[in-house]
């Protein structure tokens, strides 16, 4: 990272992130700011921390140069905070993560502002996903109907935030007609890949994935002239966001020899993209960005529609088609009345680089507020046992060991007891993301839901 510039007028921002989604939000999100903030990222050294070139392609398209990144492990991020002095600090990061961060930061003298996010698709809003980031000041979502949600579940909970709207990255500079953007009808014809966008835990079940497997060799066997790609988030050996068991790779060589054109990719969506001619997921964040690039879309309706595999928004959209529909590649582009609402809203109704700015001028003027985190119980032995839990063997502190040999086995036999207690009540009965009863949508109920949520 090249030195940060006297002090001057642009406030100075620093990002931290550390996995793979993280990372690639985190950098677009401040590089898309532009000359107006001195910006810069630092890519925090964790178990999960990206490698080098999930770092490269995070970096590709973000408007953040590479000498404005650079790596540190926890212990040397204090010193290199009060080296760079930012007056904002954007955390990209698990919850885990950004409660311990933000409580590092809080405990200094004069405090950055700190604002924190979700890197995707964020419907449904969830309790733990506020209660972790409870001691940020801003907290940043991508739709209208974000906006709405979070807002409402913190007026269910009182759990306090506030929220600030910004175009999805990834979505940004889209300029999307009828689902499809003046860009990429230029070029529709160079486009003959069906791009399926993996994701670590939806759908969870191994069988589920060996379908979804299954499927992708009977499409791309059912035109030998076109390839299907299947678009990996880590090469092996690498790391990604959210563990994954039975990963695509594995999954497809059980089936024994592939047809030629069925490949897999490490690159960027960026990339992958480029030669779409559409995009099948099941709920990846990566549907927007190729809404974005005019590319349609098929979500996978096979697995039903529920708040556990996140894909409830991606319905309103009118984007679910099954197995055959993959086969034969009738993609399909979002229905036009979800757009605003649903990631795609005009670029002046973003605010929240306005409303950091407010922030900055409230710090400037007279300092902010505290912030309190959630409340809970062990004091200084529960904030290292966090910091343990969320850092890993970065943490190399002895109360992070002493309170790791103490706190496994309570949580062991925490998580013994919650196994149980599910076995007993039963899947029907167990709570949702924001308190209420697990439901899943038939997918003939999802065709009027449009009208429900616009």
Do not use: C
Not at 33 to 46: F, I, N
């Amino acid at each position: 990272m090249r030195p940060a510039p006297q002090e001057g007028t642009r406030p100075r921002v620093v990002a931290i992130a550390d996995t793979d989604s993280y990372v690639k939000w985190a950098a677009a999100l401040v590089g898309g700011v532009g000359e107006r903030w001195d910006a810069s990222l630092l890519v925090l050294e964790t178990p999960l921390v990206v490698s080098d070139a999930q770092l490269a392609a995070a970096l590709s398209g973000s408007g953040l140069p590479r000498d404005r990144v650079a790596r540190v492990s926890y212990g040397g991020l204090a010193a290199r905070l009060a080296d760079l002095r930012p007056d904002a600090v954007v955390i990209g990061a698990r919850g885990p993560l950004v409660r311990v961060l933000a409580r590092d930061l809080a405990a200094l003298e004069r405090r950055p502002v700190v604002v924190t996010g979700l890197p995707g698709i964020s419907i449904p809003a969830t309790r733990k996903a506020v209660v972790y980031r409870l001691q940020s000041d801003l907290f940043v979502v991508h739709s209208r109907r974000e906006v709405r949600e979070f807002g409402a579940l913190s007026a269910r909970t009182g759990y306090a935030h506030r929220y600030a709207l910004a175009t999805l990255p990834f979505a940004r500079g889209a300029r999307v007609a009828g689902g499809v953007s003046a860009e990429a009808r230029d070029d529709r014809p160079a486009r003959s890949d069906l791009v399926f966008a993996t994701q670590a835990k939806v759908p969870a079940e191994r069988e589920d994935r060996l379908r979804v497997a299954r499927l992708l060799v009977r499409a791309a066997q059912a035109d030998p002239s076109r390839r299907v790609v299947v678009k990996l988030r880590a090469a092996s050996g690498e790391h990604q966001t959210h563990a994954e068991e039975d990963g695509y790779p594995e999954l497809l060589a059980s089936l024994g020899p592939l047809p030629p054109n069925l490949v897999t990719s490490t690159g960027s969506m960026r990339a992958a993209l480029a030669g779409a001619e559409g995009l099948v997921t099941v709920s990846s964040t990566a549907a927007i960005e190729a809404i974005a690039a005019g590319i349609p879309v098929i979500a996978l309706d096979i697995f039903g529609v529920s708040p556990q595999l996140i894909n409830e928004t991606l319905a309103d959209a009118d984007l679910l088609a099954g197995e055959e529909d993959v086969v034969a590649r009738r993609f399909r582009h979002p229905d036009p009345e979800w757009l605003d609402d649903n990631y795609f809203h005009a670029p002046e109704a973003d605010d929240w680089v306005e409303a950091v700015e407010e922030l900055l001028a409230q710090r400037s003027a007279r300092g902010l507020p505290a912030r309190a985190a959630f409340p809970r119980r062990g004091g200084a032995l529960r904030d290292a046992w966090e910091r343990r839990i969320a850092l890993g063997r970065s943490d190399t502190s002895a109360a992070g060991t002493a309170a790791y040999i103490v706190g496994l086995p309570l949580r062991t036999g925490v998580r013994l007891i919650h196994r149980v207690r599910r076995a007993v009540m039963g899947p029907a009965q167990q709570p949702g993301p924001a308190g209420s009863s697990t439901q899943v949508r038939s997918t003939s109920a999802v065709r009027t839901s449009t009208t429900r949520t616009s």
